[in-house]
């Protein structure tokens, strides 16, 4: 019975998902599609936000994380992630907004106006996303497999479909909706589980600590893995694909920046309400789990009743769902807007473009369900921690020099991107976890900057457009 009635919940939430995609299907316009058209309000973007970055792979990676090596590592992440979101506002949120644009790509083709960056972004992103998206893929599967009794790879294959059929037919608005319901949901979950762990220890904000003093203790890795993760994060949000496009969906310059700062605070209390009691009390029931990102489920099935749980399952598979449609629909405008509309035919029309990223959304989905299908191994946060790190080095400093530096030039921005991606993959293969980034982040703003410093400067025409765009009149350009 329990089964049966978390099922029944579990597909009660997939059909109210599905029918909120059948309600945009009409909303194909390529502004519609792939920005909503920018109308996205601050309330509504920032749960949307928040509920993109707040991903499955958070929910049961992060606890999984903090489980296997202790809350002092996983905090390093997260307090990357509160002071990327801090960053991000400062530095990018209004200047892009400013940009009539869809996706990053479109960013820096307002920057550069350069061929090889235009096709370089959008093959960086799909292919760090791939990645990102079976972690997520894998996180549903996990969820739905332990919870609901259906084989993993059936799990994985459902779930996918669900996911690309909405996503496929209404774009933006589809997944912005779908977005602020599954941030309600997955701010339900943390309540619920915060109560339940609490109530554990008997309402005390100390004994968890003391009953599993393993989760404070420090992890066994090396010192530049702490600072790696910290970096890692506190640059990426200010580059992800997904969370770029939120900013460009915003109704204006300074609601982008508001969402953004918003979004830190809800991550940060988030964050000390799920990772310290939920890992405690996981290690307290089970210190052996095979799987790691199996810690919050042990937590749901040990302590709540069945209706709960099901519930519970439901917000696990919203966060799960609330960023892969957002990785789905950046992989598909990289594909139809940027490599295809962008590069390969700027003349096509916007219907052309939009059914292409339709086909995109469901060929780069089955590709990740096929992946996923695989079983990747455990530990999801370093899967996808990897996938945006990589994106970090390539994207960080030439999006932040561009808008900001006026000398920053095409052949620098190219230059330090290839540079940031390159080191990072051959760091990534040599040095401990996480550390990649501590050599190719600076290693692509040395290039950058010196590589604009030796050749010609940017026209005065340009600058003049960078101006007036991007509202620098009072930065002294």
Request: aromatic share 12%; net charge negative; hydrophobic share 55%.
């Amino acid at each position: 019975m329990s089964q049966a009635s978390e099922l029944a919940i579990v597909l009660g939430y997939f059909l109210v998902i599905l029918g909120i995609g059948y309600y945009f299907k009409d909303h194909r316009s390529g502004e519609e599609y792939w920005s909503a058209s920018g109308e996205i309000g601050t309330v509504m973007n920032t749960l949307a936000i928040f509920a993109a970055f707040a991903s499955g792979g958070t929910f049961l990676g992060s606890i999984g994380f903090a489980y296997t090596f202790g809350l002092p590592f996983g905090w390093t992440a997260i307090t990357g992630s509160v002071v990327g979101f801090i960053v991000a506002a400062i530095l990018v949120a209004k200047p892009m907004r400013r940009v009539d644009a869809y996706t990053i790509t479109d960013v820096f083709d307002f920057l550069y106006r350069d061929r090889r960056i235009n096709l370089l972004v959008p093959i960086v992103v799909i292919l760090a996303f791939v990645l990102y998206m079976v972690a997520q893929l894998k996180a549903a599967g996990v969820v739905t497999e332990y919870l609901l009794g259906i084989g993993y790879l059936p799990s994985v294959i459902v779930i996918g479909l669900i996911f690309i059929a909405y996503v496929s037919l209404g774009g933006m608005w589809a997944i912005t909706v779908t977005d602020v319901l599954q941030g309600v949901l997955i701010w339900g979950l943390m309540l619920v589980m915060a109560g339940i762990g609490f109530a554990y220890y008997g309402f005390s904000i100390t004994a968890p600590g003391a009953a599993t003093p393993s989760l404070l203790e420090m992890a066994p890795v090396h010192p530049a893995s702490y600072l790696g993760f910290f970096v890692i994060w506190a640059s990426t949000v200010a580059i992800l694909p997904h969370i770029v496009m939120r900013v460009l969906s915003a109704d204006s310059p300074k609601s982008a920046k508001i969402a953004y700062s918003w979004v830190a605070i809800l991550y940060a209390v988030f964050s000390v309400i799920a990772f310290y009691i939920i890992p405690s009390v996981a290690l307290s029931i089970d210190p052996n789990l095979a799987d790691p990102d199996l810690a919050l489920v042990v937590v749901m099935e040990s302590l709540l009743p069945a209706v709960i749980a099901g519930l519970v399952a439901a917000a696990i598979l919203a966060a799960v769902m609330s960023t892969t449609d957002a990785l789905l629909l950046a992989m598909s405008a990289s594909i139809a807007n940027d490599i295809y509309g962008t590069v390969l035919n700027p003349d096509a029309s916007d219907d052309r473009v939009v059914r292409l990223g339709t086909v995109a959304t469901v060929g780069v989905g089955l590709v990740s369900i096929a992946i996923a299908a695989l079983d990747p191994p455990s530990v999801l946060v370093v899967l996808y921690t990897d996938a945006t790190g990589m994106m970090a080095a390539a994207f960080f400093f030439p999006l932040v020099l561009g808008i900001w530096w006026k000398r920053t030039t095409t052949s620098g921005a190219l230059a330090g991107m290839v540079t940031g991606l390159l080191s990072y993959v051959g760091a990534w293969l040599l040095l401990p976890m996480f550390s990649a980034i501590l050599l190719a982040l600076p290693l692509s703003l040395c290039v950058t900057v010196a590589v604009s410093l030796v050749t010609d400067a940017p026209s005065v025409e340009k600058v003049e457009r960078l101006r007036d765009e991007l509202g620098h009149e009072d930065a002294g350009w």
